[in-house]
């Protein structure tokens, strides 16, 4: 299974990127490709309403701002997996990763009889939350709202935040491993839970301890 990893944050050593690093050894270890993006790295425009308020996302499917939308979408139908990751903001996904979904949705939304290029195709939705860790939820709420409406398979929704990062960081990379897994009945026999405990994972998430 073809994984595509959508991260969204500017900083590289940050919660998100970490979070993006699990799910990359989940999937490796899933014994799938791994494609990781960051939406920070792309030039997204907010959707300008254009015409009577539907313009060629509802006719065509596409939309007509000139940026990496279009570049985007093309990475999304090729996939057959995702992980969403977003920092927290107020409650809510990063603002990149909304003006995304905003435009995704009306050219996705649109297709006859649902059939999206997200459709039937797991996705793990992950908010990683650095301050007080509060607005996690709300922010998986909206996620799953976009999971629903592009006709995705929902296959796990998880908060991080300071004080859960050691265990989480592990349960996005199992959750990674199980998706890749379940996508080939014939690898769920081979990876019992107990796979778990024959990998050294623990270690690999550890934060460097501070000097002095
Ligand atoms: C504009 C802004 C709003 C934020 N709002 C919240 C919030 O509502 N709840 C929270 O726990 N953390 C909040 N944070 C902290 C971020 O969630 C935290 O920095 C993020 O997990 C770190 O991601 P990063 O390491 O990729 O930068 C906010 C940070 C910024 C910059």
Redesign the pocket.
């Known amino acids: 299974m073809k994984v595509l990893i959508v ?1 969204s ?3 590289n ?7 993006g690093e699990a799910a990359r050894q989940g999937v490796v270890d899933g014994h799938s490709p791994a494609r990781m993006i960051n939406l920070n790295d792309y030039a997204i425009g907010s959707c300008t309403v254009c015409e009577d308020g539907w313009g060629t996302c509802k006719t065509e499917h596409r939309c007509s701002l000139q940026d990496d939308f279009g570049k985007l979408q093309e990475m999304f139908a090729q996939a057959e997996g995702y992980v969403w990751i977003s ?6 996904p990063s603002e990149p990763m909304k003006a995304f979904f905003d435009r995704l949705r009306r050219c996705e939304m649109t297709r006859v009889k649902g059939e999206t290029i997200l459709a039937g195709k797991p996705t793990v939705c992950v908010a ?9 939820i709300r ?1 998986l709420s909206e996620m799953e709202r976009w999971a629903e409406q592009l006709k995705s398979d929902p296959f796990d929704y998880i908060p ?3 004080r859960t990062r050691e265990y989480q960081l592990e349960t996005i990379h199992d959750a990674l491993t199980a998706m890749c897994a379940a996508s080939e009945p014939e690898r769920v026999q081979e990876m019992p839970l107990s796979a778990r405990r024959r990998r050294p994972s623990r270690r690999r998430f550890r934060r460097p301890q501070k000097k002095g």
């Open positions: 991260t944050t500017p900083n050593d940050g919660l998100t990127a970490a979070c920092p927290v903001y107020f409650g809510e990683a939350a650095g301050g007080s860790g509060g607005g996690a922010c991080i935040t300071r």
